[in-house]
């Protein structure tokens, strides 16, 4: 097994900062003072605005545990992203969800409060599917451990998996342990020019058979694709779809919204539409194809457009999926960025949120303005 102090080409800091928080904790929550956490600040804008006295995590970082054999990391959640991922590129390994940063101060913290994935997901999971075990701060300022490092550890009800996506919303996650995967043998894209009718249809096709494909995304008229694995099937699946080389870098500005689709001068709203595999081309008004962009082989589309919330989420809701709101018009927070729950399903958050955070301490509003 190695730890922080062994993995000798990467100086990645190490600092237990857990008892402090806690106080913190414990002194907003006998006072109940809202708190508003803080990691690398890169996905502030994900979510609604929240009112609270900030509590960074920067300085909770170090990787606790490595087992490259095993397959399995422990790390503090004030990591910054890239430093855990440069120690795993070190062991020939990686983080399978691909998950974005946006920004250079991304945090572990981060990518498991939003449990946001890149263009691999559909074919490696998302970042909930890799997470083994939490340590969570709670309320009364303790902290608790759920889930292990080993898959196993985590059957039944996952308190551990709960926090993916929780945003901070049932308190401070201090330390995750993952699941991670050796990196690919071999990588190549390819660009084929071709009708989004016929991409889509491509995507169903192709589905159904083992071929090596780990990205696939239409924008402006072109298919994108990334083939990952052994060299020889690559190759070969390679020049059975033809088309050309992909531009290096292309599913890194897509991961990190940095295409010109994602432009901070258009001044729509940025949607993201999350749909049933093989879903046609949603009939929206006023929508031109130029306004989507198809990833996850069209289960993922982002969309600008200035249409009514409420008429845009109906038309995805009867296709199956809902929508989310990124950005609003001019760059602007969305006062509801997510699909507003069932009744039901809002019931078990209302009772969830009473039971780990009565007083509303943990980043009150993230999700819903109710709790």
Same mark, same amino acid.
């Given at each position: 097994?190695? +730890?922080?102090? /062994?993995?000798?080409?990467?100086?990645?800091?190490?600092?237990?900062?857990?008892?402090?928080?806690? /106080?913190?904790?414990?002194?907003?929550?006998?006072?109940?003072?809202? #708190?508003?956490?803080?990691?690398? *600040?890169?996905?502030?804008?994900?979510?609604?605005?929240?009112?609270?006295?900030?509590?960074?995590?920067?300085?909770?970082?170090?990787?606790?545990?490595?087992? $490259?054999?095993?397959?399995?990391?422990?790390?503090?959640?004030?990591? $910054?992203?890239?430093?855990?991922?440069?120690?795993?590129?070190?062991? !020939?390994?990686?983080?399978? @969800?691909?998950?974005?940063?946006?920004?250079?101060?991304?945090?572990?913290?981060?990518?498991?409060?939003?449990?946001?994935? !890149?263009?691999?997901?559909?074919?490696?999971?998302?970042?909930? /599917?890799?997470?083994?075990? +939490?340590?969570?701060?709670?309320?009364?300022?303790?902290?608790?451990?759920? !889930? %292990?490092?080993?898959?196993?550890?985590?059957?039944?009800? /996952?308190?551990?998996?709960?926090?993916?996506?929780?945003?901070?919303?049932?308190?401070?996650?201090?330390?995750?342990?993952?699941?991670?995967? $050796?990196?690919? !043998?071999?990588?190549?894209? #390819?660009?084929?020019?071709?009708?989004?009718?016929?991409?889509? %249809?491509?995507?169903?096709?192709?589905?159904?058979?083992?071929?090596?494909?780990?990205?696939? =995304?239409?924008?402006?008229?072109? #298919?994108?694709?990334?083939?990952? %694995?052994? $060299?020889?099937?690559?190759?070969?699946? =390679?020049?059975?779809?033809?088309?050309?080389?992909?531009?290096?870098?292309?599913?890194?500005?897509?991961?990190?919204?940095?295409?010109?689709?994602?432009? =901070?001068? *258009?001044?729509?709203?940025?949607?993201? #539409?999350?749909?049933?595999?093989?879903?046609?081309?949603?009939?929206?008004?006023?929508?031109?194809? +130029?306004?989507?962009?198809?990833?996850?082989?069209?289960?993922?589309?982002?969309?600008?457009? *200035?249409? *009514?919330?409420?008429?845009?989420?109906?038309?995805?809701?009867?296709? %199956?999926?809902?929508?989310? @709101?990124?950005?609003?018009?001019?760059?602007?927070?969305?006062?509801?960025?997510? +699909?507003?729950?069932?009744?039901?399903?809002?019931?078990?958050?209302?009772?969830?949120?009473?039971?780990?955070?009565?007083?509303?301490?943990?980043?009150?509003?993230?999700?819903? =303005?109710?709790?």
């Amino acid at each position: 097994m190695v +730890t922080t102090p /062994d993995i000798p080409s990467h100086d990645v800091a190490n600092h237990d900062a857990s008892e402090a928080l806690a /106080d913190r904790i414990r002194r907003a929550e006998a006072k109940g003072t809202p #708190l508003r956490f803080v990691g690398g *600040d890169t996905k502030a804008f994900y979510g609604r605005p929240v009112q609270g006295e900030p509590l960074s995590t920067r300085e909770h970082r170090g990787i606790t545990e490595y087992d $490259p054999v095993e397959l399995i990391v422990s790390v503090r959640t004030g990591t $910054p992203l890239r430093e855990l991922e440069a120690a795993l590129a070190a062991n !020939g390994q990686m983080l399978p @969800c691909e998950p974005p940063h946006f920004g250079e101060n991304a945090t572990v913290g981060g990518m498991i409060a939003t449990g946001l994935s !890149g263009p691999r997901r559909p074919w490696a999971g998302s970042v909930r /599917d890799f997470v083994l075990g +939490t340590r969570l701060i709670t309320r009364q300022g303790s902290e608790q451990r759920f !889930g %292990g490092q080993v898959m196993k550890n985590v059957a039944g009800y /996952d308190l551990s998996r709960l926090m993916v996506g929780a945003q901070g919303t049932l308190g401070l996650l201090t330390e995750v342990s993952m699941k991670v995967l $050796p990196l690919p !043998g071999a990588s190549r894209s #390819l660009h084929l020019d071709m009708p989004l009718n016929d991409a889509l %249809g491509k995507f169903s096709e192709w589905g159904r058979q083992p071929l090596p494909i780990t990205a696939a =995304a239409w924008l402006d008229g072109a #298919l994108h694709l990334r083939l990952e %694995g052994g $060299p020889s099937s690559v190759a070969a699946t =390679a020049e059975r779809l033809g088309g050309d080389e992909l531009k290096a870098g292309f599913w890194e500005a897509l991961r990190e919204q940095q295409l010109a689709f994602f432009s =901070a001068e *258009d001044p729509r709203a940025l949607w993201r #539409l999350s749909l049933p595999n093989h879903t046609p081309v949603l009939e929206l008004p006023d929508v031109a194809q +130029t306004d989507v962009l198809y990833d996850w082989a069209g289960a993922q589309r982002w969309l600008r457009s *200035d249409l *009514d919330a409420d008429a845009l989420r109906e038309v995805v809701t009867r296709a %199956g999926g809902h929508a989310t @709101c990124y950005r609003g018009a001019n760059g602007q927070s969305a006062d509801m960025p997510f +699909t507003p729950l069932p009744s039901v399903l809002e019931k078990y958050h209302r009772n969830l949120k009473a039971e780990l955070d009565p007083k509303g301490i943990f980043n009150p509003g993230r999700l819903y =303005a109710a709790f």
